[in-house]
């Protein structure tokens, strides 16, 4: 059979609360978003690897809170006490801005901003400060005096659970004997389930079927786990 040209048109997933899924291995930090009003000093950390479901979390965070989202590196772009006075305010990937004065600059008159204004700061990176790198003292002290609520390597369950998430945000069903069969087989990330299913979708679009065990395991192939 002819296989179908896919073009690798964006998709939206879905993220809101009721499509994060809780388990044992972000069970505390969903608890620590939830409580945001009592967090120490108006601010808090969410760390975890790649995939891990932080961007998720934040964005719930946002629709709860009425949060803006900003990514670390943008930082320099933007005026700290105007950003404080949204009342809630969540900096993405703040990890990332070790080495880049300008931002860590930005990101430390944030956090005075922030305290001052009584501005709920939520901060996301892949590890805990001591080991971003900054240069900028002051930041790394407020850094550490941040909360952190940390998100563990995902359970089966959660695997699972994502797995058929993101398959439905691109409108794949998945078979039960299909999750089966993927789980033990790719690796123990967030981050690879979502590349392996943008890839099964290809597959699958490619030979104008759906997706099934010649296309899990064509994916797997290639991939690898």
């Known amino acids: 059979m002819p296989r179908q040209l896919v073009l690798d048109l964006p998709f939206r997933a879905a ?49 709860q809170t009425g949060a803006r989202i900003i990514a670390g590196a943008d930082m320099p772009g933007h005026d700290p006490a105007a950003l404080a006075e949204s009342g809630a305010l969540v900096v993405e990937d703040a990890d990332q801005i070790a080495g880049l004065p300008k931002a860590e600059e930005a990101l430390f ?30 930041l790394q002290s407020r850094m550490q005096q941040a909360g952190q609520l940390t998100l563990s390597p995902p359970d089966d369950a959660l695997m699972a659970a994502v797995l058929v998430k993101l398959s439905a945000d691109r409108q794949m069903a998945l078979t039960p004997a299909l999750v089966a069969h993927i789980l033990p087989r790719i690796e123990r990330s967030l981050d690879y389930v979502q590349r392996f299913v943008a890839a099964l979708d290809a597959e699958a679009l490619a030979a104008k079927q759906k997706p099934g065990l010649r296309h899990v395991k064509a994916v797997i192939a290639r991939l690898g786990a």
């Open 15 to 63: 993220m809101g609360r009721a499509d994060f899924f809780v388990c044992q291995s972000n069970a505390a930090a969903v608890a620590g978003l939830d409580g945001w009003r009592a967090w120490p000093g108006g601010k808090m950390l969410l760390i975890g690897p790649a995939g891990s479901g932080k961007t998720h979390l934040a964005h719930v965070f946002a629709t």
């Open 109 to 138: 008159h944030l956090h005075n901003a922030c305290a001052n204004g009584g501005c709920a700061l939520l901060v996301t990176g892949r590890a805990p400060p001591n080991r971003w790198g900054v240069s900028l003292p002051d």
